[in-house]
């Protein structure tokens, strides 16, 4: 038997919001330690890769580990049947073909059970190989989101460059430039509000716009943002889920000789 | 001469709101007693009846009966034009080809006055007999309003059924099933919140999801929705209109094999 | 050189919700004594007058008068890019291919370059012949806006009629009529609420709403609105923009003799 509580059923809503404008169907992985899921976008260029620990459920029970394929457009549909002070209750036997989702109000008096069919999915695992990134950001999660809005107004592409002042996000289009410049905050008296830039080397790569605003949807389960880059390699970009556990972003740079200048 | 005047014209932009769904076209029978409209909704489906008493005004005069054919999208249209705390009187002639809606402002230094075309619409009038029901609910409209949202997205047709433990709406589909179960309120603090079941027998009934949706649009007229249901005959969905009448909706039920289980 | 700066950003990004409905392109001019912009709307049926004087900037330099030419939904485009509390420089050489938005946060942690290129427009300027007005109307904005969207619904034009008592707006359509009067306000006590009309005769006058519709975009930059009128003159409507200048829209009223009675 598999079953999995949460207080906030909230923390899930945002979860889902934070993965269905990239996957329409995932596999769930469900074991001892927790909920795992990874997979690439439906375009097969991004990889999103979520850890919800076992610990930070309200109640967890997994007596068999388990991999349950989903339809996310599906998932998401439930969980708005939540109300935002709903506790919800994830339920699976040792062999499913269903999970049982069910909503309980704050008195009890409403008890709401949807029952979704699984999925076979072809299970790909991609090892994510440990790296020691040159630069580490971490930033307000809604600056990150309103930069990527703007300027992707102005072009496909955006070049994030780092460095000891601070973080320089730019794009470039048909009708103009555009340059956007954080400073690194000096005294991190609020530190939800603070930009913090890690740095070995400076970097500066460049990244679809898409895909960058795809992964802000994942804003309001974080204050903070964090942002791991090196060169040649993908960019990590990664907020924490309260105390239950993390959603990263994983997308490669762009190569272009444009982007040199 | 019929003249009628709200000082709250709010309820009376709420009521078309109501009907603006189900009917495009509606004869307001205006007598001493007040208001009254009773119509099949464009698929002729559905029964709505308003009544509108003619003591829940704050002025009504009415020399003769008077059978006015009225555009609902264009009443509507008229009566989005009324800010919230205007006044509204209602003008017409004894034998009227239009009908005047003035709109005050508080301290009358705005008026504004609508002159619509009436229309001649054939009149059916319908018997509703009385009938004592097997189950009465009595719960918020709020609530039953987004289970009705929310179970739609599971299905076409929603199966409401009631016993002594309380009510239990459920639906299924494609990707899988919806339940939602509601407790009878132990002990009525709050009326407006309470869930209330009034039973003789239990009843399980299904009904399309497309008209729920529809009556749910008085939402805003009354905090509780009354539901009136026995086997074989139609639902009856009522709210109340302040001090003034009430609004009415009917819908038989589907007759299907599949609903047995 | 050319470099005016603005420490509230919110009012350019209003002036231009003011104009873009109306604009595509259009030809600022720079000088001396501020930023003035004329032009007809992309139809040549109305025409936009926008005049911010340079001691409303709170920085303002300009070596040489300069016509630029912009395209009025990529300066939105930027604009939108800034929050409403930074402040904005706009900066240009002195033979410019380009213009650059510089849009700085309070504490100026945050610092954003937009670079738009200029665009070649032919320039027309349009002499408009002052005039004294037989009426003049200050009400509020908010008002007028509302006025204009409700009687649109009822027709295409619009009447305005202004005499001693106040002001009645009338539109007349398939399926009715209607009528808005607001009469002078007594006491002005409310300055910002007053309908105050000045008039040596009275008035009456048919606009397109479409038009009209258009220049109530401006209403954010201002609590009132003045409308000035003369039979067969162009009516102006005004809107100050705080202590910096003000916009005029310019129509004509439509020649029609149904609009007699």
């Not at 996000?169 to 410049?181: C, E, I, L, Q």
């Not at 204050?223 to 994983?250: F, K, N, T």
Request: proline letters at 3%; hydrophobic letters at 40%; glycine letters at 4%.
């Amino acid at each position: 038997m598999f079953e999995a509580r949460l207080v906030q059923s909230v923390i899930l809503k945002k979860v889902l919001e934070a993965i269905k404008d990239l996957l329409t169907e995932a596999t769930f992985e469900c074991s001892d330690c927790g909920i795992q899921l990874q997979a690439m976008d439906n375009a097969h260029v991004s990889l999103v890769s979520l850890n919800l620990r076992s610990d930070g459920f309200d109640k967890y029970r997994c007596d068999r580990n388990l991999s349950m394929g989903m339809s996310v457009p599906c998932m998401s549909k439930i969980l708005r049947c939540a109300s935002s002070e709903d506790t919800v209750t994830l339920r699976a036997w040792d062999n499913p073909d269903t999970i049982v989702f069910v909503f309980e109000s704050p008195n009890r008096d409403k008890i709401s059970e949807y029952e979704m069919k699984l999925i076979n999915l072809d299970q790909e695992h991609l090892g994510i190989p440990e790296t020691l990134y040159s630069c580490v950001v971490k930033m307000p999660s809604q600056e990150f989101a309103r930069i990527c809005r703007d300027l992707s107004q102005f072009g496909d592409a955006m070049t994030i460059a780092c460095s000891k002042e601070g973080i320089k996000f730019s794009a470039a289009g048909d009708y103009g430039t555009a340059n956007v410049k954080l400073a690194q905050t000096a005294e991190t008296e609020n530190q939800e509000e603070a930009v913090v830039v890690e740095m070995k080397e400076p970097v500066k790569l460049t990244f679809s716009c898409r895909y960058l605003n795809s992964f802000v949807k994942a804003t309001p389960l974080c204050a903070q943002v964090q942002l791991s880059m090196s060169a040649e390699v993908p960019l990590v970009c990664e907020y924490q889920i309260g105390e239950i556990g993390h959603i990263r972003y994983y997308l490669a740079p762009k190569i272009d000789d444009e982007e040199e200048n």
